[in-house]
């Protein structure tokens, strides 16, 4: 069994990575604060990934839309009873998601540790599907569906997506239609398990408190030795220009809501790009910006509501902004004249510096929850980087290395999606 100790003087912590016998990669984070421990389960393996080619295979196999989030909800369900049960029964509190490109099984607890990390690693391994489970789960699916559907804040969000990719499947819901997921069948679910869930494609995290060479010893008893993890993820071609560039749509809801944001190539990406690119919003969109000010003042913005991310991954990515406005089209306008003139004049060494130190601060005060560090680290572990080094790269950062991302804002490449009241 492999162990690697990897620390960071900046932090003054460490974790440790073990590449156990059975081919899952194992990161250990002990954390003396708080009473609580953290654990992730996680696969590389999500939305986009429903057109696959495995070894020896003469054509990729394209599943139903929305397979990888129907996988999520059936593997709780075994022939022994409901894993939240379980858990529950042990004092733990257990949760899943499914992203775009992985799904993560989650529980975090204060006590009885041992006994929920047994239970993750029993139903994660043992998959359960019939025709009777399968088809139950079908119409709880369905209503999530439907009501996600009547969701202004993630209506406007899909619809950007929409908007912006022309085949790519991150422009699809994760959780996929009410008429895809009517075709999803056991075979299904089982080719689609047996094809990712190999512990070669997995991660399991633990961060908090717990006795190292205990919960080794409980891998080794659970875990079961995993074959070559070999497939080929099938993306479709995407052009470098977007669907359109406006997008509306009428719901019922109190205040309009948009989203804007500009298409982008996507990674993978180092945690440089990754630092730099993080600033650089900081530096355009937070609350000491001049950007969040203007739109304050106008009456542009609702306070509470706007926000950015840069939303990225395989063969996709994008700067977005976005909130409730009673004007969102002049809100886009301010913002695409604001990166104009940044990309023009450049950033203020002041504002970067700023920007630059306020995130660092945040990067080392998250490492001080074991909630946030397990699923940080879950996070950069699936995308095949590491924590400690993205805060090196901050700290390193410099006003070059952010300016040189400017070329993320495309004019012709720019969406705007508008959710207004009926």
Not at 65 to 71: S, V
Not at 202 to 226: I, N, R, T, W, Y
Not at 314 to 331: H, L
Request: hydrophobic share 40%; net charge negative; charged share 25%.
């Amino acid at each position: 069994m492999e162990l690697e100790k990897i620390e960071s003087r900046r932090v003054g912590d460490y974790y440790y990575k073990v590449r156990h016998p059975s081919g899952l990669d194992i990161y250990l984070y002990p954390k003396e604060i708080g009473r609580s421990t953290r654990a992730v389960f996680a696969v590389r393996y999500g939305s986009v990934d429903n057109c696959f080619q495995g070894e020896g295979e003469a054509a990729p196999t394209e599943m139903p839309l929305g397979i990888a989030h129907y996988l999520e909800h059936k593997l709780f369900e075994s022939g022994e009873g409901d894993a939240f049960a379980r858990f529950a029964q042990a004092g733990a509190n257990a949760n899943a998601y499914t992203g775009a490109e992985s799904t993560s099984y989650v529980f975090s607890c204060t006590d009885r540790l041992y006994e929920s990390l047994e239970i993750l690693l029993d139903f994660v391994q043992a998959p359960y599907f019939t025709e009777e489970t399968v088809a139950k789960e079908r119409g709880i699916i369905a209503q999530e569906i439907k009501m996600y559907d009547d969701s202004p804040n993630w209506r406007v969000v899909l619809n950007y997506l929409q908007a912006m990719y022309h085949a790519h499947p991150v422009r699809q819901d994760e959780a996929g239609t009410v008429e895809s997921i009517a075709q999803i069948t056991p075979a299904h679910l089982y080719r689609c398990y047996n094809t990712f869930y190999n512990l070669r494609n997995m991660a399991l995290v633990l961060a908090g408190h717990f006795q190292k060479d205990k919960v080794l010893e409980l891998c080794s008893q659970k875990l079961k030795p995993a074959g070559p993890f070999q497939v080929r993820r099938v993306l479709p071609p995407e052009p470098d220009t977007v669907v359109t560039p406006l997008v509306e749509q009428r719901l019922p809801t109190d205040m309009p809501c948009f989203q804007f944001g500009y298409k982008d190539k996507g990674g993978p990406r180092s945690e440089e790009d990754l630092a730099a690119v993080t600033v650089l919003l900081d530096v355009l969109a937070s609350d000491a910006s001049p950007l969040f000010r203007e739109l304050l003042d106008k009456g542009l913005v609702n306070e509470a509501s706007f926000g950015y991310q840069y939303f990225e991954g395989r063969g996709y990515a994008t700067p977005i902004f976005g909130g409730e406005s009673r004007d969102p089209q002049g809100a886009a306008k301010v913002i695409a004249r604001e990166i104009a003139r940044v990309k023009a004049q450049g950033l203020e060494p002041e504002a970067f510096e700023l920007a630059k130190r306020s995130l660092y601060g945040e990067a080392i005060g998250a490492m001080n929850h074991p909630g946030g560090v397990a699923g940080s680290l879950a996070d950069f572990v699936l995308r095949g980087q590491e924590p400690f080094r993205y805060i090196d790269a901050l700290a390193e950062l410099t006003l070059e290395q952010v300016e040189a991302k400017l070329d993320i804002f495309r004019e012709d490449r720019s969406v705007l999606s508008v959710v207004r009241p009926l």
